[in-house]
């Protein structure tokens, strides 16, 4: 669930998996739309202390095997 309010967009927490501590929640269409995201993408977080609250920076993550271009095979 993700809706919009003066501050920004806001998504609720859900349990990642039964064993795990971890949660997940859902990537706002905004951001799917402007990094044109699809399923397998992958997103970079980092933490960053401003003004006394920790603040979260969420970058496209693009390793160096997937910015090269892939190689085509030859036909014979």
Same mark, same amino acid.
């Given at each position: 669930?993700? &809706?919009?309010?003066?501050? /920004? +967009?806001?998504?609720? #927490?859900?349990?990642?998996? *039964?064993?795990?501590?971890? #949660? !997940?929640?859902?990537?706002?269409?905004?951001?799917?739309? %402007? @990094?044109?995201?699809?399923?397998?993408?992958? #997103? #970079? @977080?980092? @933490? +960053?202390?401003?003004?006394?609250?920790?603040?979260?920076?969420?970058? !496209? &993550?693009?390793?160096?095997? %997937?910015?090269?271009? *892939? *190689?085509? /095979?030859?036909?014979?």
């Amino acid at each position: 669930m993700t &809706y919009s309010t003066a501050q /920004g +967009e806001v998504t609720a #927490l859900a349990k990642n998996a *039964k064993d795990s501590a971890s #949660l !997940r929640t859902t990537v706002p269409m905004s951001m799917v739309r %402007q @990094w044109q995201l699809k399923p397998r993408d992958k #997103l #970079l @977080w980092r @933490w +960053e202390v401003r003004d006394n609250k920790m603040v979260a920076v969420v970058e !496209r &993550y693009e390793n160096e095997e %997937q910015r090269k271009p *892939k *190689k085509r /095979g030859t036909k014979k």
